[in-house]
């Protein structure tokens, strides 16, 4: 059995993704308009459990039992709704990595960017998608010997294939994006500025 003891200079990362899928319901019987689907997985599929003890997630207070908790995969809940609104993802990690948990927020997405000029396939998915990493520093030697003896998973692809979403090339798209973004952003300042 391993110390508790933390090891000095030890930095290792995981990759995860969150976020929501939501779909326009079609044939209403309530006045939910969406079915909505939140989770927590590795970004291309890879498991994640061999390092997480167990996830929450926090629903808006009129829910149901609005807390709900996972202790294996799959971490995700499905419901239905109407109305956007925060979602509180708390990662708990195993007692012996010493860590605390961390907690992801993001906004529960049931309508498409907007688009002018474009409209929205019915029965599309929204899908809302977040990629981030895990990083440990200095990990408990136990917590350690978990992390590298999971799956560590192929790197982020070049491009976007099968189920896969996040890739090199949406990355660099992405930041173009908001490149652009910032640009207009900027220019509509610099002229009420001159105002």
Not at 51 to 68: A, D, P, S
Not at 72 to 79: G, I, L, M
Not at 114 to 142: C, H, M, R
Not at 154 to 180: D, H, M, W, Y
Request: proline fraction near 8%; charged fraction near 25%; aromatic fraction near 12%.
């Amino acid at each position: 059995m391993k110390s508790g003891k933390r090891m000095k200079g030890v930095v290792i990362s995981k990759p995860i993704m969150y976020g929501n899928i939501a779909t326009e319901l079609l044939s209403r019987k309530t006045d939910h308009t969406h079915k909505w689907t939140v989770f927590l997985r590795g970004p291309n599929g890879q498991d994640i459990s061999y390092f997480i003890h167990k996830v929450e997630f926090k629903l808006h207070e009129t829910f149901v039992n609005n807390n709900r908790a996972f202790k294996s995969p799959p971490y995700e809940v499905t419901e239905t709704g109407w109305g956007e609104f925060e979602i509180i993802t708390k990662i708990f990690f195993p007692p012996v990595s010493g860590e605390k948990p961390i907690s992801l927020y993001h906004m529960l997405k049931l309508y498409p960017p907007d688009a002018p000029g474009q409209t929205w396939p019915k029965g599309k998915p929204v899908n809302n998608f977040f990629y981030d990493e895990l990083i440990f520093s200095e990990p408990t030697e136990e917590f350690f010997e978990m992390l590298t003896k999971g799956a560590n998973g192929p790197e982020i692809p070049l491009k976007v294939s099968g189920n896969q979403v996040f890739s090199l090339e949406s990355e660099a798209a992405e930041c173009k994006r908001l490149e652009t973004a910032v640009g207009q952003v900027t220019g509509k300042h610099d002229e009420y500025k001159e105002r």
